[in-house]
Nanobody, 126 residues
Framework: QVQLVESGGGLVQAGGSLRLSCAASGRTISNAAMGWFRQTPGKEREFVAALTRSGGMTIYADSVKGRFTISRDNAKNTVYLQMNSLKPEDTAAYYC???????????????????WGQGTQVTVSS
């Protein structure tokens, strides 16, 4: 079992930055695929970014490419999402997720992930 806890959300003006953290406990996530998703009320959970098991590849939604960066600190068993140049449309609850699945993983599909955090709210004002 893995427990994930997100932090770092808050209220920021458009153009600002936030760094979200996802701290894992119970099991190391150094060999796990990690994803960040976001959700607004009444909408489906949306893929934001992912980090492959090896950490050798990052994947981003087109809407955040060039502005967001996903990274992992294995020593801290933590994954980060650095968000720059924030826009009002980035406002959402952000969730981190992980899976230890090894093959055939569709990183953009939330159904592929086994463990989820409780979410952290990001609000970007115009």
């Amino acid at each position: 079992q893995v427990q994930l806890v997100e932090s770092g959300g808050g209220l920021v003006q458009a153009g600002g930055s936030l760094r979200l953290s996802c701290a894992a406990s119970g099991r190391t996530i150094s060999n796990a695929a990690m994803g960040w998703f976001r959700q607004t009320p009444g909408k489906e959970r949306e893929f934001v970014a992912a980090l492959t098991r090896s950490g050798g590849m990052t994947i981003y939604a087109d809407s955040v490419k060039g502005r967001f960066t996903i990274s992992r600190d294995n020593a801290k068993n933590t994954v980060y999402l650095q968000m720059n140049s924030l826009k009002p449309e980035d406002t959402a609850a952000y969730y981190c997720a992980t899976t230890f699945q090894r093959y055939g993983l569709n990183y953009r599909d939330p159904r592929q992930y086994s463990y989820w955090g409780q979410g952290t709210q990001v609000t970007v004002s115009s």
